[in-house]
């Protein structure tokens, strides 16, 4: 078993579980899925207990490269993905979600997987790209609209893996010289990417984190396959990113953890203005992906207080995982039974849906950091982390950092009020659905009970993260149920509340007239591809006229040349000379050319 553990990478599980899905009957396919999703789980459990380090590694194109690597940070994220990977599939078979879409699910955990656990940038590059690809199939499975997003999901990251392959190039080139050459791409070789290759990692990764004005893809694509494929969606891809954006930036800094401000104030603004449930939780994808990435730009503060604050990233995309998933579910649940997707249509549910409704709220609670919930540890260590700001930073010192994610937890907040008010409370219920499926609901309450769990119970949630003996060290130690963590969390709900029902009327208003990027983006980028096309295809066809007409005007030359001469006003006598002479040095190159041929 050990053998087991140590030597077999659980992405080879879940691929061969796929091919499983796709040829068993669906009951058994299912199960086979649930089983391998458990087997990553338990196998992440397992190796946390003295497993770090346990490693297959080989060599590529003569570069050393680790195709399962173990450490404390590889583990965690394996434990959170088995963990919901489990409880969505478990979600997809209660939904009726065709096998095709659990194998392509299956196959997109796996490669998500595999970027975890590399142990350089080869091969995290190879399953980076992979999990666009697998991620790209699952949306399109769907057809109808989803087909369309899927492609400029697609072109996305596309252009950002393009970008994350063009750094990983610079930073092998740079690291030449430094250590071996068959070292280069490691990551035990170094500390994060080369500084040469900061800004192309940035892109890159920032494409899948959705950083502002990159971000146009997640509430373009999420709201449109199957809504048991939107629940797998939702939290690999840019988790996996966020995780990918630490391991390029461990030492994090400033401009990360200010972007990560601007990103969660960004993406609830937008959240606020939206009617459709699923693109409304995109939003907060990017706004609570702010966050983690605030976490991680901290990393730059002095002693511990910059490894208390990766904790905080490393808490939050972990209780992210769980809640953001719990949300999906729920509102997939309610488009299942309802299949209506405009939550002015629904309304009255809760007497209907009480089990949804129930699980809705300790997502939108774990979400909004209300205390006994998991997000509220995380997002209180990350912010507790922003206040320590002005005591290592001159610029920027007036608290920016720390209104910046408060503002974004009062637009959360007052988002997932509005959520619940339209799905469960505004007016009579005009639909009378059915409540959760057995198997819908055992997804949920996985999720859910694990989003309480590390609420009440959140030194198991420290001590699954990296840095524990840190964090729990006395000049550092976290007391989040603190009458200052309370009170500011009581100041930030209250004022959420009030918010979302003073503003109420004016946010319907901007809903209309409040246009995101990609109102702008995706318009140019069409016309100026339909315009590069034609233009590149006139150009074409005017270079091939303009040939033609020269070939044919040689030709006719070539073969009628007096009269050729004669239009040109030369002298019959000379036309007669000149004529015998174009003949005669036209059948010596005939003659040439034939001979040369022959050779």
């Given at each position: 078993m050990n053998a087991v553990l140590t030597s077999l990478p659980p992405y080879v599980v879940l691929a061969a579980a796929a091919f499983l899905v796709l040829a068993l009957p669906r009951r058994a396919g299912h199960a086979a899925a649930a089983l391998a999703t458990l087997f990553t789980f338990v196998q992440a459990v397992l190796l946390g207990d003295g497993g770090t380090g346990a490693h297959v590694a080989t060599q590529l194109f003569g570069f050393d490269v680790v195709l399962f690597n173990v450490d404390q940070f590889s583990l965690l994220m394996g434990v959170v993905v088995g963990f919901l990977a489990t409880a969505a599939v478990l979600y997809a078979y209660g939904t009726e979600a065709p096998t095709w879409v659990t194998a392509f699910a299956l196959v997109y955990v796996s490669s998500t997987l595999g970027t975890i656990y590399a142990g350089d940038w080869l091969t995290l590059i190879f399953f980076w790209e992979l999990m666009a690809v697998t991620s790209t199939l699952l949306v399109w499975q769907y057809g109808g609209a989803a087909v369309r997003a899927g492609y400029r999901y697609a072109l996305f990251h596309g252009i950002g893996g393009t970008f994350l392959l063009g750094a990983v190039a610079v930073?092998?080139?740079?690291?030449?010289?430094?250590?071996?050459?068959?070292?280069?791409f490691l990551f035990s070789a170094t500390t994060g990417i080369h500084a040469s290759a900061t800004?192309?990692?940035?892109?890159?990764?920032?494409?899948?984190?959705?950083?502002?004005?990159?971000?146009?893809?997640?509430?373009?694509?999420?709201?449109?396959?199957?809504?048991?494929a939107?629940?797998?969606?939702?939290?690999?891809?840019?988790?996996?990113?966020?995780?990918?954006?630490?391991?390029?930036?461990?030492?994090?800094?400033?401009?990360?953890?200010?972007?990560?401000?601007f990103m969660a104030v960004y993406g609830a603004f937008?959240?606020?203005?939206?009617?459709?449930?699923?693109?409304?939780?995109?939003?907060?994808?990017?706004?609570?992906?702010?966050?983690?990435?605030?976490?991680?730009?901290?990393?730059?503060?002095?002693?511990?207080?910059?490894?208390?604050?990766?904790?905080?990233g490393f808490a939050h995309l972990f209780n992210n995982v769980l809640y953001k998933s719990l949300?999906?579910?729920?509102?997939?649940?309610?488009?299942?039974?309802?299949?209506?997707?405009?939550?002015?249509?629904?309304?009255?549910?809760?007497?209907?849906?009480p089990v949804t409704f129930l699980v809705y709220v300790v997502g939108a609670a774990s979400i909004t950091a209300v205390p006994g919930f998991n997000g509220f540890i995380s997002k209180g260590m990350v912010i507790d982390?922003?206040?320590?700001?002005?005591?290592y930073v001159l610029l920027l010192d007036s608290g920016l950092l720390w209104w910046l994610l408060i503002l974004g937890g009062v637009g959360t907040f007052m988002s997932f009020i509005k959520l619940g008010y339209y799905m469960?409370?505004?007016?009579?219920?005009?639909?009378?659905?059915?409540?959760?499926?057995?198997?819908?609901?055992?997804?949920?309450?996985?999720?859910g009970g694990a989003c309480v769990f590390f609420g009440v119970f959140y030194y198991q949630l420290i001590e699954l993260m990296p840095f524990t003996d840190i964090i729990l060290s006395e000049d550092v130690y976290f007391k989040p149920y603190s009458t200052k963590h309370l009170t500011e969390s009581g100041a930030l709900l209250v004022s959420g509340f009030v918010g979302f029902f003073a503003l109420k009327r004016p946010l319907g208003w901007l809903a209309h007239r409040m246009p995101d990027a990609d109102s702008a983006t995706y318009p140019a980028v069409f016309y100026l591809a339909r315009g590069t096309v034609w233009g590149v295809?006139?150009?074409?066809?005017?270079?091939?006229?303009?040939?033609?007409?020269?070939?044919?005007?040689?030709?006719?030359?070539a073969m009628n040349p007096r009269e050729a001469l004669g239009r040109a006003g030369v002298d019959v006598e000379i036309r007669a000379g000149i004529g015998r002479s174009v003949l005669l040095l036209t059948l010596a190159a005939g003659v040439a050319l034939f001979v040369f041929v022959l050779a």
């Open positions: 930073h092998g080139a740079s690291m030449l010289g430094s250590v071996p050459a068959a070292e280069i800004l192309l990692a940035a892109i890159g990764i920032g494409v899948n984190c959705g950083f502002i004005f990159l971000h146009t893809w997640l509430p373009d694509t999420y709201p449109r396959p199957h809504v048991a939107s629940v797998f969606l939702s939290v690999f891809t840019t988790k996996t990113a966020a995780y990918v954006m630490y391991r390029a930036f461990p030492e994090g800094g400033m401009w990360l953890a200010y972007l990560g401000g937008f959240a606020l203005l939206q009617y459709d449930p699923r693109r409304l939780l995109s939003y907060h994808i990017q706004a609570q992906l702010g966050y983690m990435l605030a976490g991680f730009g901290l990393a730059t503060l002095a002693g511990n207080s910059g490894d208390f604050a990766v904790v905080g949300l999906f579910m729920t509102v997939g649940v309610v488009i299942y039974r309802t299949g209506v997707e405009d939550i002015r249509e629904m309304g009255g549910l809760w007497r209907e849906m982390s922003a206040h320590k700001v002005h005591e469960f409370f505004h007016g009579s219920a005009s639909l009378s659905p059915k409540d959760a499926t057995p198997f819908q609901t055992a997804g949920m309450v996985l999720a295809t006139e150009l074409w066809g005017a270079v091939d006229r303009a040939v033609m007409r020269t070939v044919a005007a040689v030709e006719w030359t």
